[in-house]
């Protein structure tokens, strides 16, 4: 839903258009990213710490596939 608002949003303010089989293209790349990394703010974000007892981060990784497919 997030993704669907946002795309519909960026093709009225003509900075996306869509293809004739529904394909997003950005009209103006450098223009969208400046204003993303002007209005982005990590401080928004819930950040949650963990360790984990893994041999490496390929392994952390699918640990944690597995673990968010069940």
């Not at 009225?12 to 529904?22: K, Q």
């Not at 401080?43 to 007892?53: C, G, W």
């Amino acid at each position: 839903g997030y993704v669907s608002r946002t795309v519909k949003r960026l093709v009225e303010t003509g900075l996306a258009t869509r293809g004739p089989t529904g394909d997003v293209s950005l009209t103006e790349p450098s223009l969208v990213l400046d204003a993303w990394r002007d209005a982005y703010d990590f401080r928004r974000h819930e950040v949650v710490r963990f360790d984990a007892a893994v041999r490496s981060g390929a392994e952390l990784l699918q640990r944690l596939s597995r673990a968010l497919e069940e």
